[in-house]
């Protein structure tokens, strides 16, 4: 019998919400959230590469996180800070 791995974000949703979570915490602690800190304890978390890629696309793509210019940072957008008050 073949067991399947844990799959602990594989509903975007969940996937999404873990990653503003994660970026709410970095962002406040350094006005903005490097992508490689967010990945890194999103993947510690139980997350994969792949539902990482989508929970930000789909976070830009609501509003809630702007992507810097260089690809390097995440910031939240008046409508993401919102999520956390």
């Not at 903005?32 to 994969?48: C, D, H, K, V, Y």
Request: one cysteine or more; a negative charge; proline letters at 4%.
């Amino acid at each position: 019998m073949k067991f399947q791995k844990d799959r602990h974000y594989a509903a975007p949703e969940a996937a999404e919400r873990k990653l503003l979570e994660l970026a709410n915490v970095i962002e406040a602690e350094q006005g903005r959230a490097p992508l490689s800190e967010i990945n890194t304890q999103f993947m510690a978390a139980g997350g994969s590469a792949d539902q990482y890629a989508r929970a930000v696309e789909a976070a830009v793509d609501h509003g809630w996180l702007t992507l810097h210019a260089s690809g390097g940072y995440l910031s939240f957008t008046p409508l993401g800070a919102c999520l956390f008050v």
